[in-house]
């Protein structure tokens, strides 16, 4: 009975429980090459006596975590909370209509036409539900990573992890040129204080870099991170998997009854629960 149970509710909640889609893409993190030029130059300079360099480059995290701790970070999600329906289809959607594409809005939260119903949600709420639907899974053998995102919409989904791997770029993209520019400031101030030829070769080296930098920062699209499988829009929802929802809590159920019984009957046995009816 107990199973039967289990079976029959386990059914009824893989029919009714809201949809969900998955849209992932596989990444590379870009290596910078003319990081390591830089530091190789800026060496070359703290060697020579009497130069001391307040500036310049040290040693810090790869790329790679950089951008991760990017896309997990509080000030990204407010970046991305600047382009529009993005805040809610985090907060308020509860489904999707497949005939008009369309996201279906929790009527008691957000309306289409007139917005907000309650006090619009503080991106602190919006964090924890941004880290709900957005995964980031590491392949330790190859070094790759993949990132997904999981919503009720699989329009939604491709179009939001897009744009979060567009709007890193853009981000890390801006930062480095900015840094770029402030670095080639204080090069050429240096440059512009020495008359030493050798300090004067090392600073056009570091300056070259740089304007390498610069160069690769404006032309590249995909500046730190690189989809090798691009974002796409899921056909198959990734929730429910109806046939092993009701696998698993048949089984859970079968299980749940036969070690109740099993304890019962000892239990009972045990202080003589069972006794004759004279």
């Known amino acids: 009975i107990v199973s039967s149970i289990f079976f029959i509710g386990s059914i009824i909640y893989a029919l009714t429980a809201t949809h969900l889609w998955t849209s992932s893409s596989l990444i590379t993190v870009v ?12 060496g070359s300079l703290r060697n020579i006596p009497g130069i001391q360099l307040s ?15 990017v896309l997990k970070s509080r000030d990204f999600l407010k970046h991305l909370l600047k382009f529009e329906s993005v805040l809610p289809n985090l907060m308020a959607a509860q489904g999707y209509d497949p005939l008009t594409q369309e996201i ?9 036409d007139n917005g907000w119903v309650i006090q619009k949600p503080s991106y602190h709420k919006a964090l924890r539900k941004y880290k709900d639907i957005v995964f980031v899974n590491n392949n330790s053998i190859t070094g790759l990573q993949s990132i997904s995102v999981t919503h009720v919409s ?10 979060i791997i567009r709007e890193i770029n853009v981000l890390e993209r801006n930062r480095d040129l900015l840094e770029a520019e402030t670095t080639l400031t204080y090069l050429y101030e240096e440059l512009d204080k020495t008359q030493w ?3 004067r070769i090392s600073i056009n080296q570091l300056i070259e870099s740089q304007m390498k930098r610069k160069m690769l920062a404006r032309v590249k699209t995909n500046y730190i991170i690189e989809p090798l499988d691009s974002p ?8 429910p998997q109806r046939t092993k929802i009701v696998i698993a809590l048949t089984a859970v159920g079968f299980i749940f009854a036969f ?3 099993l304890i019962g009957y000892y239990a009972f046995k045990r202080f003589n629960l069972f006794k004759p009816i004279n």
């Open 232 to 239: 796409f829009i899921p056909e198959e929802r990734s929730f």
């Open 259 to 261: 070690f109740a019984n």
């Open 197 to 199: 030829v050798d300090v």
């Open 55 to 69: 500036g310049g480059l040290k040693d810090g995290p790869e790329r790679q975590d950089i951008a991760m701790a």
């Open 31 to 42: 290596a910078d090459a003319t990081i390591d030029s830089a530091k190789q130059s800026m």
């Open 154 to 163: 699989p329009i939604f989904a491709h179009e939001f992890l897009s744009l």
């Open 104 to 112: 279906e809005y929790d009527p008691e939260i957000y309306s289409k």
